[in-house]
């Protein structure tokens, strides 16, 4: 089935580690995304990307890093300047980026917690 | 400032009610309009596109009013199942070109 997939579901971040978040879609899409939610708060953005090997930052991309080697992957990196970073973090994808018709679909999220 | 403005509720609406909430924005550029549901610790996903002439699909239908610059979501005959929150995304006029409201808790009481 096509899809988005995110992994791990759940994530532990010890003090003055960087983390990695996966995600890898099969879905063709030329564009994808990535998110934070807080409890109660709406999605803010924090790195999207157009096209292979080029990415933007978003509204929130301060202590995040990422890369875009391939088409199908679009890792998240919560480094240790990140000093809240317990959330639940969302990738999305759609087919282009400024294709205004096409919606965004997302992949199940990843909780990331401090211990 | 792009901005898109939600009633966070929680709407308490008994099964088998009709229910609407609207979702103004404010950026007059935008192009697209979406209404996603998101259930508690999910993902958000999509509920149904908003087209400028209106459109329906079973109980849900979806308005776009650009002169007052807002979109609506009537729910008739909700279910239980219909209790979520609805994101209202909308897109086009920037670089990131996406825009989601924070949501509106809909829940339906038996």
């Known amino acids: 089935d096509g899809g988005i997939t995110q992994s791990p579901k759940y994530l532990f971040r010890k003090e003055g580690q960087n983390v990695t978040l996966s995600c890898e879609q099969n879905?063709?899409?030329?564009?994808m995304y990535w998110y934070r939610q807080d409890p109660g708060q709406g999605l803010r953005l924090i790195y999207y990307?157009?096209?292979?090997?080029?990415?933007q930052k978003g509204d929130i991309a301060e202590g995040y890093s990422v890369s875009r080697e391939k088409k199908e992957s679009f890792p998240l990196t919560v480094t240790s300047a990140q000093k809240n970073p317990t959330a639940f973090y969302l990738c999305?994808?759609?087919?282009?980026?400024?294709?205004?018709?096409?919606?965004?679909?997302f992949g199940d999220g990843t909780r990331l917690s401090i211990l | 400032r792009k901005e898109v403005e939600q009633d966070p509720g929680p709407f308490n609406v008994p099964e088998g009610a009709t229910v609407a909430f609207n979702c103004t924005y404010s950026?007059?550029?935008?192009?697209?309009f979406f209404w996603y549901r998101q259930d508690c610790r999910k993902e958000p996903k999509l509920l149904m596109s908003?087209?400028?002439s209106g459109n329906e699909d079973g109980r849900f239908t979806a308005q776009l009013n650009r002169a007052s610059q807002y979109i609506s979501l009537l729910i008739r005959d909700s279910k239980l199942s219909d209790s979520a929150t609805y994101l209202c995304?909308?897109?086009?006029?920037?670089?990131?070109?996406?825009?989601f409201g924070k949501g509106t808790h809909l829940i339906i009481q038996p």
């Open positions: 908003v087209y400028s």
């Open positions: 995304v909308v897109t086009g006029g920037g670089a990131d070109g996406l825009t």
């Open positions: 990307s157009q096209i292979v090997n080029d990415f």
């Open positions: 879905l063709n899409h030329d564009a």
């Open positions: 950026n007059s550029a935008s192009q697209s």
């Open positions: 999305a994808s759609s087919i282009e980026q400024g294709a205004y018709n096409q919606p965004q679909h």
